[in-house]
T-cell receptor, first 116, second 113 residues
């Protein structure tokens, strides 16, 4: 089944404790991105990656890191989480960056992170 | 920065009626627009997209209209069904694709039997 998976789905942690949220897709997609979703603010893009070893900042990259060492995986790293990073996080993937013909973007199920 | 907004936070419709969800965008340079559906507890689902060189695009039971003059986007759902109940987001981009995608806050569609 074609899908985007995220782990963990729920995480409660404390300020300053490094964590990684994994994202994996099995569709051989080149383009992947991370979003956070907060009430009243909608989805905001954190980072995106157009291919292996190619990443770039979205609108809210502060406090986050990403890596893209393999096509299928795009982990989100919080080196020193803070309470303002409490949010619902979504990973997404698509074949390309959407600049050509319609290129459906697939989202993962989400990771709810609470930083105390 | 530029943002995408929605006129109505909640829309209630009767099953079988047509639904229209509206969205205003502020960046006149935006050239790519997408509608997403998000059901409770799930990730967003791509519904339909439209580029700035088009005024209208149709999918299965859905139509997106783009009015660049007033910077307005709408999603029309024909014969609304209970399964259409969800939050709908519009999103805009000036990159022509998913880079720097900016989302609206969302409109909740409630379908009543």
């Amino acid at each position: 089944e074609a899908q985007v998976t995220q782990n963990p789905r729920y995480l409660i942690t404390v300020t300053g404790k490094k964590l990684t949220v994994t994202c994996s897709q099995n569709m051989n997609h080149e383009y992947m991105s991370w979003y956070r979703q907060d009430p009243g603010l909608g989805l905001r893009q954190i980072y995106y990656s157009m291919n292996v070893e190619v990443t770039d900042k979205g609108d809210v990259p502060e406090g986050y890191k990403v890596s893209r060492k393999e096509k299928r995986n795009f982990p989100l790293i919080l080196e020193s989480p803070s309470p303002n990073q409490t949010s619902l996080y979504f990973c997404a993937s698509s074949l390309g960056s959407g600049t050509g013909s319609t290129d459906t973007q697939y989202f993962g199920p989400g990771t709810r992170l609470t930083v105390l | 920065g530029e943002s995408v907004g929605l006129h109505l936070p909640t829309l209630s419709v009767q099953e079988g009626d047509n639904s229209i969800i509206n969205c205003a965008y502020s960046n006149s340079a935006s050239d790519y627009f997408i509608w997403y559906k998000q059901e409770s507890g799930k990730g967003p689902q791509f519904i339909i997209d439209i580029r700035s060189n088009m005024d209208k695009r149709q999918g299965q039971r859905v139509t997106v209209l783009l009015n660049k003059t007033v910077k307005h986007l709408s999603l029309q759902i024909a014969a609304t069904q209970p399964g259409d109940s969800a939050v709908y987001f519009c999103a805009e981009s000036f990159s022509g694709g998913y880079n720097k995608l900016i989302f609206g806050a969302g409109t909740r569609l409630a379908v009543h039997p």
